[in-house]
C-alpha cells in the first residue's frame, strides 16, 4: 500500500482511506460553492467568497456520520468538528495567498481553536446500519487496522490527536491543500507531526456510492484540481 493510504489506516481507522479520498472532494466542493456565492454577489469585495471558512467546516460534518465517529463542539465555538476513532478533523484555511507561509500564521487565536488541538476522544457512536462503501481492505490493512482498534480501545489511552487539513485559496485559485497529523506549539502555532500530504496532489477519484443523498457517500467527485495561481493575494482570513 502506499504510504499516504497506510498513514490514514493507522491515524483514523478503517474508514481512513475513504476519508482521505472524501476530503479532496469536499474541498472542491466549497471551492466552487463560494466561488459562485462570490460571483452571484456581484460585488467587487471578496467577502463572500471569505465565508468558505464556515462552509468547509458544514461539509467536513459528514465525516462524523461514519461508523466509530461522532461530532464534537470546541469549547464554545459555533461549529462542531469530526472526531473519528479518538481523532479529530479540522479543515483550516489559513491564508488565501501563497505568499503567505502556513508556519508563519497563528492557529490558537481563540479558546476555541487551542481546544480543537486537544480534543478528548468523546463517547463514539456504535456500528450503525448506514451507507457507507465496503472499504475493501486487504488482509494486510485489517491486521494494520486491529492494532490499531486494540490501541485506541485501551483504558489508559486518552489521544487527543488532531488532523488538520490546511488550505490556502481564494477567488483567484485552489492554491494549497495539505493534510497530516499536528500539534499546537505553545506560542499558539502550528507544527506538523510528521511530512504532511498534499491533497491536491492525490490521483482523479470516482463516487463511492449511488445513495440519492448529498452524504459521505455521494454525489460527483472532481476529475482534477486547477492549477494553482502563485500572484494571489486577495481574499479574507477567518
Given at each position: 500500500?502506499?504510504?499516504g493510504?497506510?498513514?490514514?489506516?493507522?491515524?483514523?481507522g478503517?474508514?481512513?482511506?475513504?476519508?482521505?479520498?472524501?476530503?479532496?472532494?469536499?474541498?472542491?466542493?466549497?471551492?466552487?460553492?463560494?466561488?459562485?456565492?462570490?460571483?452571484?454577489?456581484?460585488?467587487?469585495?471578496?467577502?463572500?467568497?471569505?465565508?468558505?471558512?464556515?462552509?468547509?467546516?458544514?461539509?467536513?460534518?459528514?465525516?462524523?456520520?461514519?461508523?466509530?465517529?461522532?461530532?464534537?463542539?470546541?469549547?464554545?465555538?459555533?461549529?462542531?468538528?469530526?472526531?473519528?476513532?479518538?481523532?479529530?478533523?479540522?479543515?483550516?484555511?489559513?491564508?488565501?495567498?501563497?505568499?503567505?507561509?502556513m508556519?508563519s500564521?497563528?492557529?490558537?487565536?481563540?479558546?476555541?481553536?487551542?481546544a480543537?488541538?486537544?480534543?478528548?476522544?468523546p463517547?463514539?457512536?456504535?456500528?450503525l446500519?448506514?451507507?457507507?462503501?465496503?472499504?475493501?481492505?486487504?488482509?494486510?490493512?485489517?491486521?494494520?487496522?486491529?492494532?490499531?482498534?486494540?490501541?485506541i480501545?485501551?483504558?489508559?489511552?486518552?489521544?487527543?490527536?488532531?488532523?488538520?487539513?490546511?488550505?490556502?485559496?481564494?477567488?483567484r485559485?485552489?492554491?494549497?491543500?495539505?493534510?497530516?497529523e499536528?500539534?499546537?506549539?505553545?506560542?499558539?502555532?502550528?507544527?506538523?507531526v510528521?511530512?504532511?500530504?498534499?491533497?491536491?496532489?492525490?490521483p482523479?477519484?470516482?463516487?463511492?456510492?449511488?445513495?440519492?443523498?448529498?452524504?459521505f457517500?455521494?454525489?460527483?467527485?472532481?476529475?482534477?484540481f486547477?492549477?494553482?495561481?502563485?500572484?494571489e493575494?486577495?481574499?479574507?482570513?477567518e
Open positions: 500500500m502506499d504510504a493510504r497506510r498513514w490514514a489506516l493507522e491515524t483514523l478503517t474508514h481512513g482511506p475513504l476519508i482521505r479520498d472524501r476530503i479532496p472532494a469536499l474541498i472542491m466542493a466549497e471551492h466552487h460553492g463560494s466561488l459562485g456565492a462570490q460571483d452571484a454577489s456581484g460585488h467587487r469585495s471578496t467577502g463572500h467568497y471569505g465565508l468558505f471558512w464556515r462552509g468547509i467546516l458544514e461539509k467536513f460534518e459528514e465525516l462524523g456520520q461514519l461508523p466509530g465517529a461522532t461530532l464534537v463542539r470546541p469549547d464554545k465555538a459555533p461549529y462542531k468538528i469530526p472526531v473519528v476513532n479518538g481523532v479529530a478533523i479540522f479543515p483550516w484555511r489559513y491564508s488565501p495567498s501563497v505568499k503567505r507561509e508556519a500564521v497563528r492557529f490558537g487565536t481563540s479558546d476555541s481553536r487551542t480543537i488541538a486537544d480534543i478528548r476522544p463517547m463514539l457512536q456504535g456500528e446500519d448506514l451507507d457507507v462503501p465496503d472499504p475493501q481492505l486487504t488482509d494486510e490493512e485489517r491486521v494494520l487496522v486491529d492494532g490499531f482498534n486494540r490501541y480501545k485501551d483504558p489508559v489511552v486518552d489521544t487527543g490527536r488532531l488532523v488538520l487539513v490546511a488550505i490556502c485559496s481564494s477567488v485559485g485552489l492554491n494549497a491543500a495539505q493534510w497530516g499536528a500539534v499546537l506549539t505553545p506560542d499558539g502555532f502550528i507544527s506538523w510528521s511530512q504532511p500530504e498534499d491533497l491536491l496532489a492525490l482523479e477519484m470516482r463516487p463511492v456510492s449511488t445513495s440519492p443523498v448529498g452524504t457517500t455521494s454525489g460527483p467527485i472532481p476529475n482534477k486547477p492549477a494553482p495561481d502563485s500572484d493575494a486577495s481574499g479574507s482570513n
